[in-house]
C-alpha cells in the first residue's frame, strides 16, 4: 500500500497540503476528489516525489519513499500527469515504447513490442500507432500517456509484482464513452493487486467506479474511507456547498442528482 502520514507542503506560505494523513491500499481503486485547489494534485504529486513535504512522510510498502533506489522503484510506479506534451516528432508506437525503459535488463524482455501492442489496443489506440503524437487530439494523447503508463509497469505485473498507478484528472480529455472504458481498466488492474490512485472532479464516476475515496478540501483530509461509508449527501454539501441526492439506478449503480 501507500501511506501518507500528517504531510505538509506550502508555497510562498499557503499550505498547499495540511497534515494529510491517508493511506491507499492494494488491490483498490482510490479516489481523490475534491473542489478546485483543494490539494488533489499536489498530494498526487506528493505520493510520486514530485514534491517533497516539509513535514511528515510517504511510505510505500513501509518504506519511506526517499529511502527508495529510484531506479527499482521506476519500473513498478508510473505516473500520468493532467499535462502530457512531448516536443520530439515520436509516434505513438514509440511514445508507448518509452514505458519500457525503466525495466532493468530490456534486452531480455520477451518480445516486447507485443506487450506494448497488447496495451495500445486495451487503450484503443493501436490504430493510431504510426501517427505522430502531435498531431492527435488531447483525449488521444491523454489514452497514449495511459497506455504508456501501463507499459511502464507491465513487465513487473506480468511477474506478480506489486505495482503503482498515480493518475491526475486521466479522463478530462476524454468523452463519454473512453472515460468509462478507463475506468474500468482500471477497475481491472486493481483487482490484479495494483495500488492505483487518481485524482477525479466527476462525483459519479467516482460512485461507479471507486473503491475507497480521499476529500480534500482546503489542503485537508476533510473525510476518507470506502466509498459507501464516505460518500453521502452531508459530505458533498460541506465539501462542495452543493445539495442534492444519491439515488440506485436500475442498473445497481449510484448517482448524485444535484437539487433544482
Known sequence: MIQ??????????????????????????????????AGKSTLLKALSGEVKSSRGS???????????????L???RAVVSQF????????????VMLGMWPAKNLQKIEQPELIAEGVMRELDVLSLAHRQ??????????????ARALVQVAVQARSQNKCYLLLDEPTASLDM????????????????????????????????YADNVIFMKHGKVASVGPINKVLNEKVIEEIFSIKGVIEETKSGSKRFYVNN
Open 4 to 37: 501518507v502520514e500528517n504531510i505538509s507542503y506550502s508555497v510562498s506560505g499557503n499550505n498547499l497540503l495540511d497534515d494529510v494523513s491517508a493511506a491507499m491500499d492494494s488491490g483498490k481503486l482510490t479516489v481523490i476528489l475534491g473542489p478546485n485547489g
Open 58 to 72: 510517504v511510505l510505500i510498502d513501509d518504506i519511506d519513499l526517499n529511502v527508495w533506489d529510484q531506479e527499482y
Open 74 to 76: 521506476a519500473p513498478r
Open 84 to 95: 502530457n506534451q512531448i516536443e520530439f516528432p515520436f509516434t505513438v508506437a514509440e511514445v
Open 133 to 146: 503524437y502531435g498531431t492527435l487530439s488531447g483525449g488521444e494523447q491523454q489514452r497514449v500517456a495511459i
Open 177 to 208: 464513452q473512453y472515460q468509462h472504458e478507463l475506468l474500468r481498466i482500471l477497475k481491472d488492474y486493481a483487482v490484479r493487486k495494483f495500488t492505483i490512485v487518481i485524482v477525479l472532479h466527476d462525483l459519479n464516476l467516482a460512485l461507479q
